[in-house]
């Protein structure tokens, strides 16, 4: 057998099914490394930092196409496929199976068996770092969380790769993620959960897109970054309770972490392009509440943008789950002890009642 590993594939696509259906084609017949990106500015940033590419396939990508062959330097790609029609897919990618193969020196090239969820896992670059860091998130998180929806955690997983994947492109922030597997569990279990719920809520409210849910994804991996609850785990969750009191003691050197490491984490982002506004928002502002309520500022929340608004319901919600989930609780009993009526004033009023349909835990 001809190992063709070597060969890196990027597909840009707006469809995740067609994008994941190739994927899989080409990993099972190839052996080679396969990245996704579900959206044009997410390739943009990826061609910038990994301009390593052997083949670039774009799915009704056009004026996308049309643009990077003028704006960026594309040389050194053996192939550019495009594919308009969704009825091309299999002839195209047949095409270029055949070119790729004959290239290198083998027409019959013996299929890899591959896991059929292996496409899940999908990765901007080359290597397997992401969805390596995925899986510790994932294992670590229904540790702690033995009830969690795993439907809800297949289904959302590809978004919080991604994310992961930009965060590769950050070596600051790589490491400090990777600086939480040897602290403590609370990082990585709260971040994942606040994830799924966050996305999950985009989808209940009929806000989900591909690009707000790297960038959810993103912010929530982000937001706790810079506070580590390990061993002074006791002494850290005080401080937020005095905090939330509106108590706060400028000589506590944990009370002086927890009021900034929400605007400590906003300035992870700088390195990572263009984000959108509501990113640095939900980032800095993730423990104000309505009415002035919370921290760092106590700020009212009436005028946030709606993305941050669910983040910090989802802060909330997770919140919740952290200190109140035995195994008899389900997701029913959890938002009956939150009271959701402070934000009646905000945005998000009219699609508060669809909150009762979160289904994280189970």
Not at 46 to 55: A, C, E, L
Not at 59 to 78: Q, S
Not at 254 to 270: M, R, T
Request: proline share 2%; net charge negative; hydrophobic share 40%.
């Amino acid at each position: 057998m001809v190992a063709v590993s070597h060969f890196n594939i990027l597909i840009c696509s707006q469809d995740q099914n067609i994008s994941s259906h190739i994927a899989l084609i080409l990993r099972d017949q190839l052996n080679c490394h396969v990245d996704e990106c579900l959206h044009h500015s997410f390739f943009r940033l990826i061609v910038k930092n990994r301009p390593s590419y052997d083949v670039m396939i774009f799915i009704k990508e056009k004026i996308l196409v049309t643009h990077l062959k003028n704006k960026l330097e594309l040389d050194g790609i053996n192939h550019i496929v495009e594919i308009e029609n969704s009825s091309q897919v299999n002839d195209q990618i047949e095409e270029l199976l055949n070119k790729i193969k004959i290239k290198n020196g083998d027409k019959t090239l013996p299929k890899k068996n591959t896991n059929q969820n292996d496409i899940l896992y999908a990765s901007f670059a080359q290597s397997d770092t992401a969805n390596d860091l995925f899986y510790n998130f994932d294992n670590i998180s229904k540790k702690r969380y033995s009830r969690i929806n795993e439907k809800i955690s297949h289904e959302y997983r590809i978004y919080i790769v991604q994310a992961l994947k930009i965060c590769e492109l950050n070596p600051t922030i790589l490491k400090k993620i990777e600086s939480h597997f040897d602290l403590s569990s609370y990082y990585l279990s709260h971040s994942y959960l606040i994830a799924l719920t966050s996305l999950r809520l985009l989808n209940l409210f009929n806000l989900f897109t591909p690009l707000n849910a790297v960038y959810m994804a993103l912010t929530s991996l982000l937001h706790d970054l810079e506070f580590s609850l390990d061993k002074n785990l006791k002494t850290e969750t005080e401080a937020i309770t005095k905090l939330e009191d509106g108590k706060f003691d400028h000589d506590q050197q944990a009370s002086k972490i927890i009021l900034y490491h929400g605007e400590n984490a906003a300035k992870l982002i700088a390195g990572l392009g263009d984000t959108p506004s509501w990113v640095k928002q939900a980032l800095t502002k993730h423990h104000e509440r309505p009415k002035g309520k919370g921290f760092p500022i106590g700020e009212d929340i009436q005028s946030f943008e709606v993305e941050s608004l669910i983040f910090i319901v989802s802060h909330i919600i997770t919140d919740q789950i952290d200190t109140t989930y035995p195994e008899n609780m389900n997701m029913i009993h959890i938002l009956k002890k939150i009271n959701f009526a402070d934000f009646e004033t905000t945005s998000l009023r009219n699609n508060l009642p669809l909150i009762q349909k979160l289904d994280i835990i189970i």
